[in-house]
């Protein structure tokens, strides 16, 4: 929104005595005026840029880790959540989002020999936020000729997992399996259920009239856990983990297809942390323009 004849008057005068009480001796009169007009100019075209819209997110999920496909495959699970999105102007915005969601893998899933033989597989929930920046390719404005773009996006965030695994009928929450002989003497400590990622992807939207956007994007997310199937070291010793944990604990931590000795034989590879994606449809909904206009001046 733009001023009234008034106020920017009354602005213009304001910006003018502060200008001339700051520098009486070095200005001169065009340009103190040419400098205020111009900052009014300036404020009044970022008023109008800025505002905020709610959105929603819904889509699927994919894995990349230790356990299951290595490469982009159909999604196992699924991810849905909300955002506010507040735009600086038609280039750039800041986004804050929360989502829920799943994410699954199996070794049966994979082409490679030796996941196919070790035989795990998993499923977490997955709970997130986030804060992201976006930047859009093409100048966007919701309902005028500026209608679509293709943007980036990027940030970090945090969230929680826990993932389960099937034994026998029943399933079971893998952390408090030890799976990896964890608490045992010469075997890592019990991992969080909780970490941190950074987060980016890409994305395109287009503006169905004035207030409304729909648009595609995909977002992979780069995590600080290695854990997110279960998996990320040495096989433990089976007859520890049968004394310590029972028999369904060292039933999860081996179930290979074919026996073999595992002293000394790595699990998964600890060198890498695990990633996941959403990809899926997002609506959102412009819901204000900001009312700060410039900033005032007082004497």
């Known amino acids: 929104m733009g001023f009234g004849s008034k106020e920017l008057s009354l602005r213009i005068k304001l910006g003018f005595e502060l200008i001339n009480y700051i520098c009486p001796h070095f200005c001169a009169m065009k340009f103190k005026i040419f400098i205020v007009n111009i900052l009014c100019l300036f404020s009044g075209l970022n008023a109008n840029a800025q505002y905020s819209e709610l959105g929603f997110f819904a889509g699927g999920s994919h894995f990349i880790g230790d356990v299951g496909n290595y490469s982009l495959h159909v999604p196992q699970g699924y991810a849905f ?100 002989g964890q608490g045992l003497a010469g075997n890592p400590s019990t991992y969080s259920k909780a970490s941190s990622f950074l987060i980016f992807g890409i994305g395109h939207k287009f503006s169905v009239g004035r207030f409304t956007s729909i648009g595609i994007e995909s977002t992979c997310r780069s995590t600080r856990t290695d854990y997110l199937d279960d998996a ?53 909904f412009k819901f204000g323009e900001l009312l700060e206009k410039c900033v005032y001046i007082f004497n």
Do not use: C
Not at 253 to 268: C, G, M, Q, V, Y
């Open 81 to 180: 959540g909300g955002f506010y999105r507040y735009v600086l102007n038609d280039r750039w915005s800041f986004r804050a989002q929360v989502n829920y969601g799943t994410i699954a893998n199996a070794d049966s899933l994979s082409n490679i020999s030796f996941r196919k033989n070790r035989n795990l597989h998993f499923k977490s929930n997955i709970i997130e936020g986030s804060l992201m920046a976006e930047f859009n390719f093409l100048r966007y404005k919701p309902g005028t000729r500026y209608d679509h773009t293709t943007y980036l996006l990027g940030g970090f965030g945090i969230f929680g997992f826990n993932p389960k695994a099937s034994f026998q009928g029943e399933t079971y929450e893998l952390r408090n399996m030890n799976t990896e």
């Open 232 to 284: 990320s070291g040495y096989y433990a010793d089976a007859t520890e983990i049968l004394e310590n944990y029972g028999a369904i604990s060292a039933g999860l931590a081996d179930r290979s297809l074919i026996s073999s000795n595992k002293e000394n034989l790595l699990r998964a590879n600890p060198s890498t942390n695990d990633w996941y994606f959403f990809t899926g449809l997002t609506v959102q």
